[in-house]
């Protein structure tokens, strides 16, 4: 990596404003909309993170991977498995316990033109690095008139994962997501995780992509146009996983999966409900939760995360200020309970949604005996 910054800003003998011009030269992600419904095979969330690193770092020199335990040890996760006897230690670079220092080192040398993905054991430890996350990263482009572009993804685990306590818990969608300059990202699928990972990388500004822990080792399919190396899907559209009439349920990440799960329990007792997989939270694909709220007529939301300022409470206000007048039934939203997380198993699993409670709440939006 050091090699290619010397190369990018020694030999080029650029000014800070030639080095400017040049970011805006970087090549935005584009993705055409299709269809990937055809499944071909099953493929591990795990193995699609990987796969999209692997082909991005063999399409780009200048993407390179940071962070702790990610060379030598394949991985805290083992996504980087197999990525450092491949492009050597200058691409695939082992750090200190010291998020602040290289996620700015990302950042700077992101200024300069290379394509860092930033690896955070939990985002947890983001918080280490915040200060370059949002103010570094997320404001140059908006303060150097456009000049700089910012192209670094900052990913890793995200949210709750099991008993692991308060302090590895939290969900940083509504965190991150209310930071103007930053792009959000939370996979659901084998096929999200691939396709939105190559498109964080190829984007011009900075991406947050929030990981599951609990989802990396599950297997979805994965059709064939998913599999190429061109494939990305764009950023800022959401994705309608289960079509219905009666009611729309939005959720991200693991909480998708538990929404698709209430929503056959739901159709057993005759309730048809649309389940939209949010892809992204920032942008935010206002238009297709609106148009689908316009066609059944209510809505519940589900996340992980705290309810106050939360991301159901983002979706709540844009459906009231675009389709109040579609509504048959107050909004619901479920979300994380108001408390630190508990340490407990028990109490654990108290404090993060549940696909009963989803079942509970969808009853109550149609009007149902609880």
């Not at 498995?81 to 220092?101: M, N, Y």
């Not at 918080?127 to 404001?139: E, F, G, L």
């Not at 979300?335 to 997380?341: C, F, K």
Request: proline residues 6%.
């Amino acid at each position: 990596m050091w090699g290619i910054l010397r190369q990018k800003v020694g030999d080029t003998g650029l000014s800070p404003q030639g080095l400017g011009n040049q970011m805006l030269r970087l090549r935005p992600a584009t993705s055409a909309v299709r269809d990937y419904s055809a499944a071909t095979k099953e493929m591990t969330v795990r193995d699609a993170l990987n796969s999209a690193l692997d082909e991005e770092m063999a399409a780009d020199p200048n993407v390179y991977v940071m962070g702790e335990e990610v060379g030598e040890y394949q991985g805290a996760y083992k996504i980087t498995k197999g990525l450092l006897d491949k492009f050597g230690p200058e691409r695939v670079v082992d750090t200190p316990i010291t998020e602040a220092g290289f996620a700015g080192i990302g950042v700077g040398s992101a200024y300069h033109g290379l394509r860092p993905v930033i690896e955070f054991m939990t985002f947890n430890f983001s918080m280490q690095a915040i200060d370059h996350v949002i103010n570094s990263a997320a404001k140059s482009n908006y303060m150097s008139a456009g000049q700089i572009n910012v192209p670094i993804v900052f990913r890793g685990p995200n949210g709750p994962a099991a008993g692991v306590g308060a302090q590895h818990s939290q969900c940083y969608g509504a965190w991150y997501g209310s930071v103007p300059g930053l792009k959000v990202l939370v996979p659901y699928s084998s096929e999200d995780a691939r396709g939105l990972l190559k498109a964080a990388i190829r984007d011009p500004d900075p991406v947050v992509f929030l990981e599951n822990e609990l989802l990396y080792g599950e297997s979805f399919p994965v059709s064939a146009e998913a599999l190429d190396s061109s494939f990305t899907l764009p950023i800022g559209k959401a994705k309608i996983e289960r079509e219905g009439k009666d009611v729309t349920i939005t959720a991200f990440s693991k909480m998708v999966g538990y929404a698709l799960k209430a929503a056959e329990i739901l159709e057993k007792e005759g309730i048809n409900a649309e389940v939209i997989n949010l892809r992204s939270i920032r942008p935010l694909d206002r238009a297709t939760i609106n148009a689908s709220v316009r066609k059944t007529n209510r809505l519940v939301t589900v996340e992980e995360g705290f309810p106050q300022h939360g991301i159901g409470a983002e979706i709540c206000a844009s459906v009231v200020e675009d389709s109040f007048g579609y509504l048959d039934a107050p909004v619901e939203r479920i979300a994380g309970a108001d408390v630190p997380t508990p340490y407990a198993a028990n109490l654990e699993r108290m404090a993060f949604p549940q696909i009963e409670d989803i079942v509970r709440a969808v009853k109550r939006a149609c009007y149902r005996s609880v």
